[in-house]
């Protein structure tokens, strides 16, 4: 009888934590994509639910670099995040312009990072006045920006209520 008691509870132990780890993989994804140099403009953006998170930019020098994007959701839905970051740490490329926009969600915080912490390294953020936070986009400043970038993070308020 323990037997069968005990592989009840394990039954019900690997339901129940696959269903968490469901859950928790349905509220953050993370996807890679290039960073291409040559002037252009270039857009990359990642939906969850209908909430979104788009980045666009246009860079110069070297060759292609591996970024990732991660967008999740908070347990209560109220929060959305987005990050957008190499994660080999420094960029050597030169961004000529940036935007990140969230799309469903109001920006209660962002930072942007002309390195990131990888390598021994440590997060250096970009000074205040490289660029601007508004209430859905994070924008480089023309005249400002020192054409540094290397990890961007923002997390925005949705406009999910409880009833």
């Known amino acids: 009888?323990?037997?069968?008691?005990?592989?009840?509870?394990?039954?019900?132990?690997?339901?129940?934590?696959?269903v968490a780890l469901a859950s928790a993989d349905d509220r953050t994804?993370?996807?890679?994509?290039?960073?291409?140099?040559?002037?252009?403009?270039?857009?990359?953006s990642e939906k969850m639910r209908?909430?979104?998170?788009?980045?666009?930019?246009?860079?110069?020098?070297?060759?292609?670099?591996?970024?990732?994007?991660s967008v999740g959701l908070s347990d209560d839905d109220g929060l959305f995040s987005c990050?957008?970051?190499?994660?080999?740490?420094?960029s050597y490329l030169?961004?000529?312009?940036?935007?990140a926009e969230l799309k469903?969600?109001?920006?209660?915080?962002?930072?942007a990072y002309s390195q990131t912490a990888a390598g021994g390294q440590r997060d250096v953020t970009l000074r205040e006045d490289e660029f601007t936070v508004g209430d859905s986009?994070?924008?480089?400043?023309?005249?400002k920006f020192r054409a540094e970038l290397s990890k961007l993070t923002i997390v925005g308020r949705t406009r999910h209520n409880e009833l």
């Not at 994804?29 to 990359?44: L, S």
């Not at 469903?104 to 930072?111: D, L, P, Q």
Request: aromatic share 14%.
């Open 29 to 44: 994804k993370t996807v890679e994509f290039n960073v291409k140099p040559g002037g252009e403009v270039h857009m990359f």
């Open 94 to 99: 030169f961004f000529t312009q940036f935007k």
């Open 1 to 18: 009888m323990a037997i069968i008691n005990n592989l009840s509870f394990l039954a019900l132990l690997v339901v129940t934590l696959t």
């Open 83 to 90: 990050s957008v970051w190499r994660p080999q740490g420094k």
């Open 104 to 111: 469903g969600a109001k920006i209660e915080y962002a930072s």
């Open 137 to 143: 986009t994070v924008t480089h400043k023309d005249g």
């Open 50 to 69: 209908e909430y979104e998170c788009s980045f666009t930019y246009a860079s110069q020098g070297g060759t292609n670099e591996q970024w990732l994007m």
